[in-house]
């Protein structure tokens, strides 16, 4: 009695530079030549080198995270509430002038984060404002309170120059925060694009 061997069927070669038709003469054979197997051990080094990088990558953007002070996440939450506001306002002219320009736009406060750090994240209390306005004009506030009066009303700029509760962010509100506005602006900017 003799055991007939099954003939093995053809592979295609692994190696992405040369593809080509083999029988294997050995088990788990993947290459149809020792030069294949020398290339293939290259690219396999190489997404290896990648693989680890990414990893590296992310472990240093978690540490990174962890160090960050509620000061840092409290700039991370303007710099996405910021861009919501001129993300929102795109369409409109400069709060304080009324004209639109090709220079640089930024969310100008009315009532300043400085004075009134209880209004920073407030849409009522930021708009679209050019950077001559809010930079060399100290945000033309006259002109802005003008513009202000006629987009919200005299009740909600009361509303805005009366006092206000002090308050004090916790790192996960400022996070929840800044991610919030994050997906607001894409949003818009998909809007925008259709």
């Known amino acids: 009695m003799t055991i007939e061997r099954k003939q093995p069927k053809p592979k295609t070669c692994k190696n992405p530079a ?7 003469q050995r088990l788990g054979q993947a290459v149809c030549s020792p030069k294949c197997a020398l290339a293939t051990v290259e690219a396999q080094k190489a997404k290896e080198k990648k693989s680890l990088a ?6 240093i ?13 409290l700039k991370d939450t303007q710099v996405a509430f ?4 001129r993300a929102r306002d795109a369409d409109l002219p400069c709060i304080s002038c009324g004209r639109h320009h090709e220079g640089q736009y ?8 400085g004075a009134n750090p209880e ?3 407030e849409p009522l209390n930021a708009w679209k404002q050019c950077a001559p306005c809010n930079n060399h004009l100290s945000g033309n506030l006259i002109n802005y309170r003008i513009s202000l009066l006629q987009r919200i009303g005299e009740e909600k700029v009361a509303w805005l120059e009366g006092p206000h ?9 400022l996070k ?7 997906a607001k602006t894409r949003e818009l900017k998909k809007g925008q694009a259709a």
């Open 119 to 121: 209004l920073r994240f």
């Open 54 to 59: 990414h990893v590296e990558r992310r472990d």
């Open 82 to 85: 910021n861009a919501w506001v």
């Open 106 to 113: 930024h969310a100008g406060h009315y009532r300043t984060v």
């Open 18 to 24: 040369c593809r080509a038709s083999f029988v294997p």
């Open 176 to 182: 929840a925060m800044a991610a919030d506005y994050r």
């Open 165 to 173: 509760e002090a308050k004090k962010y916790t790192v996960d509100e």
């Open 61 to 73: 953007k978690v540490r990174k995270e962890a160090l960050k002070t509620r000061a840092d996440h």
